[in-house]
């Protein structure tokens, strides 16, 4: 009897497993790091939902979309988070998207009208350096400078993405002369974030790419107010990052679950401490004591989602040929 007991129980447990809804999100490396939101996120998450909630890093954001091209719908993934608007419309192009049924109000600089992505945080790219070192004031007087730099690869990261755009959005036709000025500048780059910010921390270079609300982890995390983003007078790259449901995806309602918790207040909350960016929905407690302490740009520049593909392209060809020479 107690040999059956014991199996009758096996059982039972094993058939509770196999009712879990698993819920599979494609997400970028830092998310779901340690320090990263990923961890909160799952354990509130899964606090509501009856299940489990699975957190794939896939690289960087930029990473994400061409792993989706080559899974196709065969995608194990539910649900991608870490896109962001210079990959949007060529995500939208490739049918692999469903329609998401969220509705709320936003507290980003634009109007946000998508059917299909939904935005989770937002924030500014800059340079991050020391405080107590005198930053440039502009792209030109970067590439006039002895400045040593870090950036990331535009083809698998969204911040090295972001400073393309940023570069070709502030100087247009004159792009090129900016980045045949800067590649004496560039100590390294990067196929990811993660890498970049560290070596600027091992003093590898005088500054990294990274985000205006970078020092707000240092001030807050570490109670060090030593690191600083530089203000730009052209002003500075908006990036905007979001989630979408897959259409293959076979738990169309629990992924429609998860992106009505992401503008909650209990997914938002963990953003600005963990993700160190701003929310897309401020939460009811407002932002953490210490962003008050953040530059703050002068001019928001951003591509419009639907015309992102064209100058990205453009951009990413000028980069390519002026780092080649």
């Given at each position: 009897?107690?040999?059956?007991?014991?199996?009758?129980?096996?059982?039972?447990?094993?058939?509770?497993?196999?009712?879990?809804?698993?819920?599979?999100?494609?997400?970028?490396?830092?998310?779901?790091?340690?320090?990263?939101?990923?961890?909160?996120?799952?354990?509130?998450?899964?606090?509501?939902?009856?299940?489990?909630?699975?957190?794939?890093?896939?690289?960087?954001?930029?990473?994400?979309?061409?792993?989706?091209?080559?899974?196709?719908?065969?995608?194990?993934?539910d649900i991608v988070l870490g896109l962001d608007t210079s990959l949007t419309a060529d995500a939208a192009a490739t049918g692999l998207f469903a329609a998401h049924g969220v509705s709320v109000d936003y507290d980003l600089p634009i109007t946000w009208e998508d059917a299909?992505?939904?935005?989770?945080?937002?924030?500014?790219?800059?340079?991050?350096?020391?405080?107590?070192?005198?930053?440039?004031?502009?792209?030109?007087?970067?590439?006039?400078?002895?400045?040593?730099?870090?950036?990331?690869?535009?083809?698998?990261?969204?911040?090295?993405?972001?400073?393309?755009?940023?570069?070709?959005?502030?100087?247009?036709?004159?792009?090129?002369?900016i980045w045949e000025g800067l590649s004496d500048n560039i100590v390294t780059v990067t196929k990811g974030w993660s890498e970049a910010y560290g070596l600027f921390l091992e003093g590898e270079a005088d500054m990294v790419l990274s985000y205006t609300t970078s020092p707000?982890?240092?001030?807050?995390?570490?109670?060090?107010?030593?690191?600083?983003?530089?203000?730009?007078?052209?002003?500075?790259?908006?990036?905007?990052?979001?989630?979408?449901?897959?259409?293959?995806?076979?738990?169309?309602?629990?992924?429609?679950?998860?992106?009505?918790?992401?503008?909650?207040?209990?997914?938002?909350?963990?953003?600005?401490?963990?993700?160190?960016?701003?929310?897309?929905?401020?939460?009811?407690?407002?932002?953490?004591?210490?962003?008050?302490?953040?530059?703050?740009?002068?001019?928001?520049?951003?591509?419009?989602?639907?015309?992102?593909?064209?100058?990205?392209?453009?951009?990413?060809?000028?980069?390519?040929?002026?780092?080649?020479?």
């Amino acid at each position: 009897m107690k040999y059956l007991a014991l199996a009758s129980g096996l059982f039972a447990a094993t058939a509770a497993v196999a009712e879990t809804p698993v819920l599979t999100i494609y997400t970028y490396d830092s998310f779901v790091s340690d320090w990263g939101p990923g961890p909160a996120v799952e354990k509130a998450f899964e606090s509501e939902c009856g299940c489990d909630l699975q957190f794939v890093g896939a690289g960087d954001g930029a990473a994400l979309l061409g792993r989706l091209k080559l899974e196709g719908a065969r995608t194990k993934a539910d649900i991608v988070l870490g896109l962001d608007t210079s990959l949007t419309a060529d995500a939208a192009a490739t049918g692999l998207f469903a329609a998401h049924g969220v509705s709320v109000d936003y507290d980003l600089p634009i109007t946000w009208e998508d059917a299909h992505f939904v935005p989770y945080d937002w924030g500014y790219f800059a340079f991050v350096k020391n405080a107590d070192q005198d930053g440039p004031a502009n792209f030109l007087a970067l590439a006039d400078s002895d400045l040593k730099i870090v950036i990331q690869d535009p083809r698998s990261s969204t911040p090295g993405l972001g400073l393309l755009m940023w570069v070709k959005t502030a100087y247009g036709d004159e792009a090129p002369a900016i980045w045949e000025g800067l590649s004496d500048n560039i100590v390294t780059v990067t196929k990811g974030w993660s890498e970049a910010y560290g070596l600027f921390l091992e003093g590898e270079a005088d500054m990294v790419l990274s985000y205006t609300t970078s020092p707000a982890y240092h001030l807050i995390a570490e109670e060090d107010g030593s690191k600083a983003a530089a203000r730009f007078d052209e002003g500075h790259y908006m990036q905007i990052e979001v989630a979408a449901k897959l259409a293959a995806s076979d738990q169309q309602e629990l992924a429609d679950q998860f992106l009505a918790f992401m503008v909650s207040d209990a997914f938002q909350s963990i953003i600005p401490t963990t993700n160190w960016m701003y929310p897309a929905v401020t939460p009811a407690a407002g932002l953490p004591k210490g962003f008050e302490t953040l530059i703050q740009p002068e001019k928001a520049l951003i591509v419009p989602a639907d015309m992102a593909d064209t100058v990205r392209d453009q951009a990413l060809e000028e980069w390519l040929r002026a780092l080649s020479k």
